[in-house]
């Protein structure tokens, strides 16, 4: 009986831990929702959100190139705002000419961090496995 108690126990706590690593589901559907969709996920310092929304380049970063390659560049959101894009550009097209002062919407994942937060999942899935991201730009999609 006791063997039978102890797997009980252990299986509920693998159900637990796989249950606090799952993405929330899909929030936001639009930019007014979503603006404070991210001021909650920010305040709250709330993580793996699926969200949309749109913001205007502030400053552009150099790619990252540790493991899978990243277009990384910073949006101010209209509520004041600011979130890191991390565009994975080894399943993404990069969004060629982008500059300061452009308009970006994106649909991805947030993830919280103290200057703002950061978006990456701007891309599709090849698994399948996570809702599928973009980014927009000048009328062409990116994902």
């Known amino acids: 009986?006791?063997?039978?108690?102890?797997a009980i126990i252990l299986a509920l706590i693998a159900a637990v831990i796989?249950?606090?690593?799952?993405?929330?589901?899909?929030?936001?559907?639009?930019a007014q929702n979503t603006g404070s969709t991210l001021q909650q996920a920010y305040q709250q310092r709330l993580s793996d959100i699926q969200v949309e929304d749109e913001g205007v380049v502030i400053k552009l970063l150099p790619d990252d190139l540790k493991g899978s390659?990243?277009?990384?560049?910073?949006l101010k959101l209209a509520q004041g705002q600011t979130v890191l894009i991390a565009h994975n550009i080894d399943l993404a097209d990069r969004i060629a000419g982008l500059k300061k002062g452009d308009r970006v919407e994106f649909n991805g994942e947030y993830e919280w961090n103290s200057r703002g937060g950061v978006i990456h999942w701007t891309h599709h899935d090849p698994a399948g496995r996570h809702s599928d991201g973009w980014l927009k730009h000048q009328g062409k999609t990116y994902q």
């Open 69 to 74: 390659r990243h277009q990384r560049f910073i």
């Open 1 to 6: 009986m006791k063997k039978y108690n102890i």
């Open 18 to 30: 796989y249950a606090q690593k799952q993405p929330l589901d899909f929030i936001a559907v639009n």
